[in-house]
C-alpha cells in the first residue's frame, strides 16, 4: 500500500528544511508518496488557506503540518481546512506550540513540539539574510546531531504504519 503523504510549510523552522528527505532521500521506498506545498517565510492567514487548498489536491492520506509557532491564526487556518476534509495531520513546531498542545489534543491532532527549533532572536533591522541563513543551518545540524530529527521522522513513520 502506498501512502500518500503531505507537507504543508508555513513560515520556517529548522526541523521543516529537509524533513521529507529523511522519510524518503533516495526516492527509494515503494511504501510512500510525497508532496509538499510552502507558503515560504509567511503564515498568516492567507497563505495558510492558499495551501492549505492546494494540499487537498493531492489527497493525502497524512499532512504533515510545520510552522513557527502553532498558536498564531495561519497555521491555525491550514489545520481547520486539513481538519475539513478528514484528513488526520501531525504538527511540527517549535516551543511556543506548547501553549496550544491541549487544543491540539482537543482537536484530534498530533503535534511534535521540537523545543531545541529556536528562532533567530534578531530584530528585523539588524537581521542580515546571510546570518538568518546561517543560523538556521546551524540549527539544522544540531537537530540532526542530537537525534531531534530522527525522533521527528520515527513518528511520522509510525503515523504512516498506521495508516497501512
Known sequence: MVVKIGFLKLGCIGSASLLEFMLDERAERQDVDV???GAGAK?????????????????????????PNATLPGPKKAREI???????AVIVSDSPAKKSVQELEQQGFGYIVVE????????????DPLEMILFNLDVTRVLAITGALNLVTADIDQAIESIK
Do not use: H, N, W, Y
Not at 503564515?43 to 510552522?67: C, D, H, N, Y
Not at 531545541?116 to 537581521?127: K, N, Q, T, V
Open 35 to 37: 508532496r509538499v506545498v
Open 116 to 127: 531545541a527549533d529556536s528562532m533567530i532572536g534578531a530584530r528585523r533591522e539588524f537581521l
Open 82 to 88: 486539513i481538519k475539513a476534509a478528514g484528513i488526520p
Open 43 to 67: 503564515l498568516g492567514m492567507e497563505q495558510a488557506e492558499e495551501v492549505a487548498k492546494r494540499m487537498l489536491e493531492f489527497k493525502p492520506q497524512l499532512v504533515v503540518i510545520t510552522s
